[in-house]
């Protein structure tokens, strides 16, 4: 009754219940020797609606680590049987940097120095037992939104602002590891970059806004028909996307970017203005050999060139 008269609390309710909801999707691992110390954090975890799993000992959770990606915050005991807490702390740093993985230690120890051992090690907080459990609660909460700004800027940071693509950072990012996993499973590859045709003369008569609703209606296109092929897709700068195409040998991703280009060529745009068409050109190149990832995206530029030369609206490879 009180709530419903109260906008503030009612959005307050909202807001813990949002945050409730989305810990369901967050991964916790309690890593302690002493079941009953396991036990209370699990409790006081699961309370917060955490997804939660334990381990015993420090080599318990490598594995538990090794098998489940999605584990982002761990709170481990200091005093364990086969390693300590900092000990296995330093482990995971080796491989989970802590914008990806937090760890709190956790320890019933009277060393006042422990926390500054476990933080050196990497830990990103530490709690001398017996803790306050609203502090612990509060401290985890402050772990997972950091986890999660962290995300949304990475996120952001990847993505192109007008057509919701990757941006030309994270392409040039991304393609080396993903033509190197194609080259080591000898799995063809092959690299295009698409270019629209006289878009300057659209924005010219139909205005700029038009041409970035033009740009939007491409990208749409281009992910819908990338996105099954476990293409990568970025736009790369202007009016020029670029695209990865795993597994596809030259023969079978001139075919695919040819069949880009027809249904491109068909695609009508609506505009205030009426509609409009638009045709791409594409310059398309092979992986293969040991060329360098820029060297493979400037053959793919200069094959663009001529598919430009030759009258646009065409695939050259
Ligand atoms: P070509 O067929 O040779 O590719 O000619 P073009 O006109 O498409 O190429 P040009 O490089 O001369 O012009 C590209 C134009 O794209 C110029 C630039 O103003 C416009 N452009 C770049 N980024 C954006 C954008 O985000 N939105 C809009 N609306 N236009 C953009
Ligand atoms: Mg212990
Ligand atoms: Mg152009
Ligand atoms: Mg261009």
Redesign the pocket.
């Known amino acids: 009754y009180i709530i419903k008269d109260n906008d503030r609390a009612l959005d307050m309710v909202v807001a813990s219940v949002e945050r409730l909801l989305n810990n369901a999707l967050v991964k916790v691992l309690v890593v302690d020797d002493v079941r009953s110390a396991r036990q209370g954090l699990v409790e006081l975890l699961r309370l917060q609606r955490f997804n939660v799993i334990q381990a015993r000992t420090g080599q318990q959770a490598l594995e538990a680590l090794d098998q489940d990606r999605d584990i982002c915050l761990i709170l481990t005991d200091y005093h364990m049987p086969d390693m300590n807490g900092y000990e296995l702390t330093r482990l995971i740093r080796k491989r989970f940097a802590s914008d990806e993985l937090r760890i709190i230690g956790i320890s019933s120890s009277s060393d006042r120095l422990l926390s500054a051992s476990f933080l050196k090690a990497g830990a990103c907080d530490f709690v001398y037992r017996p803790y306050v459990a609203e502090e612990l609660q509060c401290r985890i909460n402050l772990h997972v939104q950091a986890l999660s700004q962290i995300r949304q800027l990475r996120a952001a940071a990847f993505q192109d602002y007008l057509t919701e693509l990757y941006n030309r950072r994270y392409f040039f990012r991304e393609g080396p590891a993903l033509v190197e996993r194609c080259l080591m499973r000898v799995e063809p590859c092959s690299v295009a970059i698409l270019?629209i045709d006289h878009?300057k003369k659209l924005n010219d008569s139909f205005g700029h806004d038009s041409g970035d609703v033009v740009l939007k209606a491409v990208a749409d296109y281009l992910k819908g028909v990338c996105c099954p092929h476990g293409a990568l897709l970025g736009r790369l700068g202007?009016?020029?996307f670029g695209m990865i195409l795993p597994n596809m040998s030259l023969r079978q991703a001139l075919s695919f970017c040819d069949s880009i280009r027809g249904d491109i060529a068909t695609l009508t745009v609506p505009l205030p203005a009426g509609e409009t068409t638009v045709t791409v050109s594409i310059g398309l190149a092979e992986i293969g050999g040991r060329e360098s990832f820029d060297n493979y995206l400037h053959a793919a530029d200069q094959f663009l060139y001529l598919a430009k030369r030759f009258g646009r609206n065409q695939v050259y490879s």
């Open positions: 270019d878009f202007g009016e020029e």
